[in-house]
Nanobody, 120 residues
């Protein structure tokens, strides 16, 4: 497994932006982000595998996932944030993007999470 450390969460007003960062301790074929709001199931958001990015419909056009291989980091740029985006955001590692996007409950490698709060 890869150790994953997230950072960059915080509080922002609706319409604002945040950038989350994830620092992995090693290599994973795919990495991505999911979130979990209180009382709700995990929701896959975005994944990146070998430079190819994949997005859930709920964030498509608002969030951008990227990797900086020189810094060994992955990012999630979040724009046009809405109150319903409020959740704990987790960085995850997997062998295929589908696990992160479609079945995040099946993941076995994720970080400690970072809280994002969007106020109206």
């Amino acid at each position: 497994q890869v150790n994953l450390v997230e950072s960059g969460g915080g509080s922002v007003q609706a319409g604002g932006s945040l950038r989350l960062s994830c620092a992995p301790s090693g290599y994973s074929r795919c990495m991505g982000w999911f979130r979990q709001a209180p009382g709700k199931e995990r929701e896959g958001l975005a994944a990146i595998c070998a430079g190819f990015a994949y997005y859930a419909d709920v964030v498509k056009g608002r969030f951008t996932i990227s990797q900086d291989y020189a810094k060994n980091s992955m990012y999630l740029e979040m724009n046009s944030l809405k109150p319903e985006d409020t959740a704990m955001y987790y960085c995850a590692a997997a062998t295929i993007a589908e696990t992160i996007l479609k079945t995040p409950g099946a993941l076995n490698n994720w970080g400690q999470g970072t809280l994002v709060t969007v106020s109206s």
